[in-house]
């Protein structure tokens, strides 16, 4: 079965950068679509930025000109280079998966059926 595992997350102060790795495993890579989601305490999940196995990407309002994502598919790595960073973008950050049959990226969580077990961003002085 596939496996997504992140990494890279941590504590930050406002302003600074952090680059989120995602590493997958037991799967054909270059034919899945990939994204990253994100949730705190007491919020929705929110999408943040989307590739799909073509390399088109999306992002949210928010992330969009601040966060860049990217993958490897030699690596079978998908990461997100986060910059600017704010205490609002403090949550958990999560990978997802799901075949890329709809040809172009998502934000929809719905859509994707292989999450990673998160990892921690906190922007804090």
């Known amino acids: 079965a596939m496996q997504l595992a992140e990494s890279g997350g941590g504590s930050v102060q406002p302003g600074g950068s952090l680059r989120l790795t995602c590493t997958a495993s037991g799967h054909t890579y270059n034919r899945l679509c990939m994204a990253w989601f994100r949730q705190s305490p007491g919020k929705l999940r929110e999408g943040v930025a989307g590739?799909?196995?073509?390399?088109?990407?999306i992002y949210s309002d928010s992330a969009r000109g601040r966060f860049t994502i990217s993958r490897d598919n030699v690596k079978t790595t998908l990461n997100l280079e986060m910059n600017r960073l704010t205490p609002d973008d403090t949550a958990t950050y999560y990978c997802a998966a799901m075949e890329d049959y709809r040809g172009h990226p998502s934000l929809s969580g719905g859509q994707f059926d292989i999450w990673g077990q998160g990892t921690q961003v906190t922007v804090s002085s």
């Open positions: 590739i799909d196995s073509q390399g088109h990407t």
